[in-house]
């Protein structure tokens, strides 16, 4: 076989083979999508979470041991590799409400129970009376 042709069939045997070595590759390095611990640890720090301690990968996810949500201790949460959310949430408590609204600025913030997911509050924002409902899935503030 000339060597031209050698060559022709070795650039064509490579761009048949190279998407197969890339996939390979692929597979064994990290998906570069994936969160970091530090940009875990952000957005948990972002939804509340302090002292998380334990951070480990473990395949598409990250484990935590150890770890504190708006004042109360927390058992082992999995968080997303991709998204750095927990894979289940439990809801917050209405205490772990309090700590909420206390970090935003609110005081003597009172407990006043629960309708479904809502925790409602009694709280007052500078020299304002208010009450409030805390979504128990998100955090979220309702007035």
């Known amino acids: 076989m000339p060597i031209r042709h050698r060559f ?80 289940e949430m439990p809801p917050l408590t209405e205490g772990q409400a309090r700590s909420l609204l206390l970090e935003r600025g609110y005081t003597g913030v009172e407990e006043m129970g629960r309708d479904g997911e809502l925790i409602r509050l009694r709280a007052r924002q500078g020299d304002t009376p208010v009450e409030l409902r805390v979504n128990a899935r998100t955090g979220a503030l309702v007035r």
Do not use: C, H, M, N
Request: aromatic fraction near 6%.
């Open 8 to 87: 022709a069939a070795l650039a064509v045997l490579l761009s048949l083979a190279g998407p197969a070595f890339a996939q390979q590759a692929q597979q064994e390095r990290a998906d570069p999508a994936w969160l970091t611990a530090d940009q875990v640890r952000t957005v948990l720090r972002a939804r509340g979470y302090t002292e998380i301690g334990g951070l480990q990968r473990e395949g598409d996810s990250y484990k935590v041991t150890d770890a504190t949500r708006y004042g109360e201790k927390v058992p082992e949460i999995r968080i997303d590799a991709l998204t750095g959310l927990p894979r």
